[in-house]
């Protein structure tokens, strides 16, 4: 049971909240709404731009790559482990929903760290990766809000 469970967890953190939310909320907050836009777009140009040097620049292996027998119980998405992707997007939404709407959307870090425990938990990431993931998302959504104003 844990297993289907932490594959639908690290599925969710896939990407595709980052535009479903967002467009619920729009629907139910426009005001909102449009302080989140702009923060979570920037943000999330930001991450994938800093994510995709860092990952590819260090190349640090996977598990299944490092750890003699190991082996992943799903497919990785790319080829590198730090950081992880799934983590800073996860921490990413997180932090820019909490800035934006309060204590409220407090609760989605829950979910970010659930993400980045399932990442460990199906052996596509080492934990410092998805330590190092959900920092770089949270201060890259504080960064890009102190930039942007947002408070």
């Not at 989140?36 to 943000?43: E, F, N």
């Amino acid at each position: 049971m844990v297993i289907p469970m932490a594959k639908a967890v690290s599925h969710s953190g896939d990407g595709y909240l980052h535009v479903l939310v967002p467009l619920l909320l729009w629907s139910l907050d426009p005001a909102g709404f449009n302080a989140l836009l702009p923060l979570l777009a920037l943000t999330l140009v930001i991450e994938r731009s800093v994510y995709f040097c860092v990952k590819n620049g260090l190349r640090r292996p996977r598990p299944q790559e490092s750890v003699p027998g190991f082996r992943s119980l799903i497919r990785a998405s790319d080829q590198f482990s730090f950081p992880s992707g799934h983590s800073s997007g996860a921490f990413l939404l997180a932090t820019c929903l909490l800035l934006v709407y309060g204590p409220v959307a407090g609760g989605l870090f829950l979910w970010g760290f659930a993400v980045a425990l399932s990442r460990v938990l199906l052996g596509v990431h080492f934990p410092g990766d998805t330590l190092a993931g959900a920092l770089m998302g949270t201060g890259l959504a504080l960064l890009t809000a102190s930039l942007l104003g947002v408070h």
